[in-house]
């Protein structure tokens, strides 16, 4: 099917789902579309208007986001929201492109809904740790691609979550770059630059010029992980990626991410998929 025109072409990878387009503002809740995109160095999305309401997740990179002509910063753990008569510009840094997750959805009652999650359009969050929205924006990809009969009561229903989770999870703008939280957001960068180049903790915290001790604070506090799982599981999405995307064989993903063994390199990315 062709993308609807509201959809950007300005990316190297994505994951997408369509339910209801024509779905009516004034009918029930339903989820239009969502998913998780890898953007250009040249992405640019400007638009004066949107006729759904649409929740925005940065999952890597940094960019800028202007919401009613006021800007905001992007980097891992930003969400923001826009919908009908809020103009909107998303921008990505050439150096450090976007990976985003997003949902598109109206009805009725969602204005309301966005609402329990302390965003309204134009608004913008900070969450930490974002593995958790994260895992639940994937839930949401799964099952908007299932056939299952009850996959749409499911979708509404993470949906719901997500927006419950975000709400959860909000830092106050105020407390939201502590030096503490600086320092991992700088660590979270260059792993997320060298995933595919690191194969063990030691390794990240060596280069991120820190002690491998400390790394692991920073992550547990900020992400509620640590670095060795956060590094499996961007190798894995980097994979995922691979696999969908490329001509690439298992053994050829495997070998491009740093594994020695293809058969270890499946255990693992079906333990995290």
Known sequence: MSLPPFVSNQVQLARRFFLHL?????????????????????????????????VELIAEGEGEVVLNHKTHPLYPGVVFAYGPGVSHTIRTSQKKPLLKYY??????????????????????LHVTPVEEIVTLFECLQRDATSDHPVAEELCITLLRLILLKISERAIPAPLAEPKSLASYRRARQLLEKNAHLWRTADEVAAHCEMSP????RLFTKHAHTTPYKLLTRLKMSRAA?????????????????????????????????
């Open 22 to 54: 024509n779905a009516s503002p004034e009918g029930p809740l339903a989820l239009v579309c969502g998913g998780c995109e890898r953007v250009q160095p040249d992405y640019r999305v400007q638009r004066t208007d949107f006729p759904f309401h649409c």
């Open 103 to 124: 949902v598109d959805f109206t009805g009725s009652d969602s204005s309301s809904l966005l609402q329990t999650s302390c965003l309204s359009a134009g608004t913008v």
């Open 213 to 216: 001790e400390y790394l692991s």
């Open 241 to 273: 990626e691979l696999l969908l995307d490329s001509q690439l064989k298992v053994q050829e993903v495997s070998e491009e991410l740093g594994f020695a063994d293809p058969f270890h390199f499946s255990r693992v990315f079906k333990r995290i998929y």
